[in-house]
């Protein structure tokens, strides 16, 4: 059954990809030996496999939050400034809502919240809330601040806080990933410090602006085409000079690989230009060459990245009941499975997990359970466009 949209289709394909393929990141956290204590990106410890399996997932977060403000836009172009800083703000607000209350209980399965995790839901609702606002402001404005924001963030990576004195907690929601310790029964760990993700939200109403209906089409691959490569240019110029862009510096290793292992290990919490430069340097060749491509493959990802915040916490819910099924299967004490704070760091998940070729097999076998729920899902939406309350789910 065909559904009639009004959906730029580019863009939801490419939404769809990096679902798909954030599903892989998330099934390494849960199924993969030692993923609870290792670093997949410690050169140390990692394999070429391991860290590129890491590397390829960094794309999720950037597009997803990127696109967010594309379809802030597009969603804008057809409202009031008005009706759309209330969407903006009351949907901002509820997934600030989902973040602690669902996300955090899906991931821990912990009744009593004592390891909340502030993610991308939290980083997405937080920079919708400040979108609502730039908004009002004129089109080049709202796009100095983003990539103030974007290219700047990084002179202030210096600034480093200690402690848990309220200037401290200010700074490490802005700017520097945290793990706040409160005796042994209360966690909360800062993982997507919002500075430079208010600003690449930014840029992506900024962006939707090359998908307005009076648009030219061959103009806008273009510009996806230069955008592309510039990004990709910067990303390499920069990272080879190491002098500005990201927190850690690449170093030559004792072998190749290990070499260009590091020169690709870029910082993702908070995230750097060098990683958004990387990550969305692609995603444009990417949104450039599949502009008016259609087939069998971009009609599967394009479920997902129709439904995407459905399929983002139906997934980790699955991942997360499948690795419990697994232990229960293997013998081994489930509970250890409930992340809680007094649980944190347990030892037991020292000896726990799988292959990655198990990971890849599980991996595949999650997206491909999934689909039917998704699509069912997508076309109840696009049969039910009278329901408000579909457009914050």
């Known amino acids: 059954m065909k559904i009639k949209t009004n959906r730029i289709e580019s863009i939801d394909v490419l939404r769809g990809v990096v679902m798909v393929i954030m599903a892989l990141d998330h099934v390494r956290d849960y199924f993969h030996y030692g993923s609870f204590f290792n670093d997949p990106t410690n050169l140390e410890t990692t394999t070429p496999i391991l860290f590129f399996t890491r590397f390829i997932t960094h794309y999720c977060a950037p597009v997803f939050v990127f696109l967010a403000g594309t379809s ?3 969603y804008g172009s057809k409202k009031t400034k008005r009706e759309l800083f209330k969407f903006l703000f009351t949907r901002g607000l509820w997934l600030i ?7 955090n209980l899906i991931w821990t399965f912990d009744l009593s919240y004592s390891f909340p995790i502030v993610q991308v839901i939290w980083a997405i609702g937080v920079s919708m809330v400040m979108l609502s606002f730039l908004i009002y402001l004129p089109k080049k404005v709202i796009l100095g601040i983003g990539l103030l924001l974007v290219f700047g963030h990084n002179s202030l990576d210096g600034i480093v806080m200690e402690g848990t004195n309220f200037q401290s907690i200010i700074w490490y929601f802005l700017h520097q990933q945290q793990m706040l310790v409160y005796g042994s029964d209360f966690i909360f760990l800062i993982q997507y410090p919002l500075i430079p993700w208010i600003g690449l939200m930014a840029l992506g109403y900024c962006f939707g602006q090359l998908y307005s209906k009076d648009f030219d089409a061959s103009i806008r691959k273009n510009w996806l085409l230069n955008m592309g490569f510039a990004a990709i240019g910067l990303f390499l110029l920069l990272r080879s000079l190491n002098i500005y862009g990201d927190l850690i510096p690449w170093t030559m290793q004792d072998t190749t690989a290990k070499t260009i292992m590091s020169f690709f290990n870029v910082t993702k919490y908070p995230p ?3 990683y958004f430069c990387i990550t969305l340097g692609p995603a444009m060749l990417f949104l450039y060459a599949f502009e008016t491509t259609k087939n069998k493959l971009t009609d599967f990802f394009l479920i997902f990245g129709r439904v995407p915040l459905f399929y983002y916490f139906l997934h980790v819910l699955v991942i997360h009941a499948l690795a419990i099924i697994g232990m229960l299967i293997f013998g081994s004490n489930w509970h250890d499975m409930i992340l809680d704070a007094e649980g ?6 020292m000896s726990y ?4 070729f198990v990971v890849y097999c599980v991996w595949i076998s999650v997206v491909l359970l999934l689909y039917p729920f998704c699509k069912k899902y997508m076309m109840y939406k696009a049969t039910n466009k009278d329901k408000w309350w579909l457009s914050y789910l």
Do not use: C, T
């Open 272 to 274: 750097s230009l060098l």
């Open 353 to 356: 997990g799988y292959s990655l």
């Open 97 to 103: 809502f989902l973040e602690f209350v669902v996300n």
């Open 72 to 74: 802030a836009f597009l």
């Open 344 to 349: 944190f760091m347990n030892e037991n998940l």
